[in-house]
């Protein structure tokens, strides 16, 4: 039996990663087996800047806190080493992010699971999230359409222009 000082400790970080789980908008679950610690610093830089905190946690922790968080569903996947990667901001950094990497490790390096706004995500939905474009492509691509819209109304308004006063002269 763990002493009352250790089991208050856990239940608090139980806590602190429940509350992590909750209050993310979405987050990835990886097998980090593998990994150089050159990499690893490489891949927690990467991450740090697009927002997205990393943690490396105890199944059991974990286990507990999804369920405390209402995502049951990953315990599922919560064997070997494990890894946590949540964005409070950015829905799609993290799977972005991890699924690059995973691709380029050869096999050392996997994703388990995600989650994206209290629903829980298996391999291939957190694929095709790492494939959706960032928040500022999109952004791009809106004000591209809008641009080409507004610059093809001009033009015509242009012509109508012209030819008016083609006519009047």
């Known amino acids: ?48 800047e697009a927002g997205v905190e990393y943690t490396v946690v105890k199944n059991t922790l974990l286990r507990f806190a999804a369920k405390e968080a209402g995502l049951e569903e990953l315990t599922s996947v919560l064997e070997g080493t494990t890894a946590l990667a949540v964005s409070a901001e950015d829905p799609i950094a993290a799977a972005k992010i991890l699924s690059k990497y995973a691709e380029g490790s050869k096999g050392k390096f996997s994703i388990k699971a995600g989650f994206m706004e209290g629903k829980v995500l298996d391999l291939e939905g957190v694929d095709r999230l790492a ?19 507004l610059r093809g109304l001009a033009i015509a308004l242009n012509a109508i222009v012209e030819k008016q006063e083609e006519q009047s002269a």
């Open 131 to 149: 494939k959706l474009p960032s928040k500022e492509q999109l952004l791009v691509q809106l004000l591209s359409v809008l641009n080409g819209n």
């Open 1 to 48: 039996m763990p002493s009352e000082k250790i089991l208050e400790q856990k239940k608090q970080i139980v806590s602190d990663l429940a509350g992590k789980l909750s209050s993310s908008v979405a987050g990835v679950i990886v097998d980090y087996k593998g990994i150089t610690v050159a990499d690893d610093t490489k891949l927690r830089k990467e991450l740090r």
